[in-house]
């Protein structure tokens, strides 16, 4: 059975740290893009970075330089480091495998059960 | 930025079709992805590539995509139905990806 499960989030003060662990059973993270997706409470999805399977990495504005995705091929698990977080970084977050078709045609086809990161004082 | 624009809500019979749009500047240039979220839930994938079902999905699920809107399409509403859609692109300009502000189905 393909799963991944998320791990890592929790309670922490503003300006603090963090890293998100997703395990992936039954796929090969390095073989495949990967992506984190949070959603914020009572809020819709938003897009935070991806990783392709060459290692290029990609961001969503707002977490740049903050942020940092990346993989452990021998423990086939994703990553997210993140550093200098805010209070409007309280959300739920989700990895998931992404489906490629073409240039355009990415479709996020295998979701893990997400994490909830809480950042306050 | 691009931006994905969905209706906030939408309401249908039992047994009705259930539309649900999602408009972007030349939209139907790219492919679109369409996720169903329940309450407390993962995403789901519903429709990938516009028009494509992954396997286990529903026949009555079905989409379209060209000019300005892609659209979801539910035919033969369930109440099971009953749930977010949120649209999903990929910005080939910024190499980003972008979701739609997502559109509550309530089958009543």
């Known amino acids: 059975e393909v799963q991944l499960v998320e791990s890592g989030g929790g309670l922490v003060q503003p300006g603090g740290s963090l890293r998100l662990s997703c395990a992936a059973s039954g796929l090969t993270v390095s073989s495949n893009y990967m992506t984190w997706v949070r959603q914020a409470p009572g809020r819709g999805l938003q897009w935070v970075s991806l990783?392709?399977?060459?290692?290029?990495?990609y961001y969503t504005d707002s977490v740049k330089g903050r942020f940092t995705i990346s993989r452990d091929n021998s423990k086939n698990t994703l990553y997210l480091q993140m550093n200098s977080l805010r209070a409007e970084d309280t959300a739920v977050f989700y990895c998931?495998?992404?489906?490629?078709?073409?240039?355009?045609?990415?479709?996020?086809?295998?979701w893990g059960q997400g994490t909830m990161v809480t950042v306050s004082s | 930025s691009y931006d994905l624009t969905q209706p906030p809500s939408v309401s249908v019979s039992p047994g009705q079709t259930a539309s649900i749009t999602c408009s972007g500047d030349?939209?139907?240039?790219?492919?679109v992805s369409w996720y169903q979220q329940k309450p407390g839930q993962s995403p789901v994938l519903v429709i990938h590539q516009d028009t494509k079902r992954p396997s286990g999905i529903p026949e009555r699920f079905s989409g379209s995509n060209s000019g300005n809107t892609a659209t979801l399409t539910i035919s033969g509403t369930q109440a099971m139905d009953e749930a977010d859609y949120y649209c999903q692109a990929w910005d080939i300009n910024t190499v980003t990806v972008v979701f739609g502000g997502g559109t509550k189905l309530t089958v009543l």
């Open positions: 030349k939209l139907g240039s790219i492919y």
């Open positions: 998931a495998r992404i489906q490629r078709a073409g240039t355009t045609g990415y479709a996020f086809d295998i």
């Open positions: 990783v392709d399977s060459d290692g290029r990495t």
